[in-house]
């Protein structure tokens, strides 16, 4: 992207979510001067694909951003400045996955804590992601409402992803025992699956490859064997302790939260999934709940 490209993208993101009432608003926030400002917009309030004081016609913007290197092809469907949120959204929560994880590895507390501290940057993308999606609805008479929608789903159910992150970091700070070997193994490779599913839930709906979704079950099987597996190892290791101490009880307690939290974040992607296909295929969701399918 060009230099004068992102500027004019960044112009136009300001009048999109800031709203401001002048162009020497807009030069003042962006640090540029008020001519180049009017240089920049003057074609585009020539053809009505921006009006003042401001509006942003978003069939123009997608065109703007989209013809740049900014974005793919692909990321045309849609609203691109709202896929570049999310794209960043689950970005992060891949991060607060990694760092809830490494901090069960490394049974490291300061890092657990520092992954719990992340997840209310996730809250936040949620709020600006909704409110962005309100504007678009607003501003855009001809978007279709329902298909709109479908961005908050997604947002949310990356916010809830982040919040079985935080049950994987609440482990160290809660527990006084490291997990042993034969039970890591299958952590870390639910850890693994569980970062796939996200990745190509995900890229399903920015990019509308839902033909991935054959992929994603594969993963959903995967990490419903492993869950399995660590199941019956825990309770291998119950039958060899005494209940009577209150501290290795909840060692096993919060150990099945981990293992029910990467089971969920599983069952979210494929949700996600699904929340693609409707968005890109016009196929809706099905309506029974994925526990009684």
Do not use: W
């Amino acid at each position: 992207m060009s230099k004068k490209d992102k500027t004019l993208k960044e112009i136009l993101d300001l009048i999109l979510y800031e709203n401001p009432a002048t162009q020497d608003e807009i030069a003042e926030k962006l640090g540029i001067t008020r001519r180049y400002v009017t240089q920049l917009l003057q074609p585009l309030v020539k053809e009505g694909a921006v009006k003042r004081a401001y509006m942003i016609d978003l069939k123009t913007y997608e065109e703007i951003v989209s013809s740049s290197d900014y974005v793919s092809a692909k990321n045309v469907q849609g609203n691109v400045f709202v896929n570049e949120m999310l794209d960043n959204m689950a970005k992060h929560v891949h991060s607060q996955l990694e760092t809830s994880f490494n901090a069960v590895l490394e049974y490291d507390e300061d890092m657990a804590k520092k992954a719990l501290e992340m997840d209310y940057a996730t809250n936040n993308m949620v709020e600006k992601i909704r409110t962005s999606v309100e504007t678009i609805v607003s501003i855009n008479q001809h978007s279709e409402f329902s298909k709109s929608l479908l961005y908050n789903e997604i947002a949310y159910d990356l916010e809830r992803i982040g919040d079985y992150c935080g049950h994987i970091a609440k482990f160290v700070i809660n527990d006084v025992y490291e997990i042993e070997d034969k039970i890591l193994k299958k952590l870390k490779r639910m850890y693994k699956t569980a970062q796939k599913m996200i990745r190509l839930a995900i890229k399903a709906f920015i990019e509308g490859e839902s033909d991935l979704k054959d992929d994603l079950m594969e993963l959903e099987d995967s990490i419903h064997i492993l869950q399995s597996k660590a199941i019956n190892l825990i309770a291998t290791q119950m039958a060899e302790n005494s209940f009577d101490e209150k501290e290795r009880s909840n060692y096993f307690i919060y150990l099945f939260r981990v293992i029910k939290a990467f089971e969920r974040i599983g069952d979210i992607s494929v949700e996600m999934m699904d929340v693609a296909i409707e968005f890109h295929d016009n196929i809706p969701r099905p309506t029974t709940p994925r526990s009684f399918r």
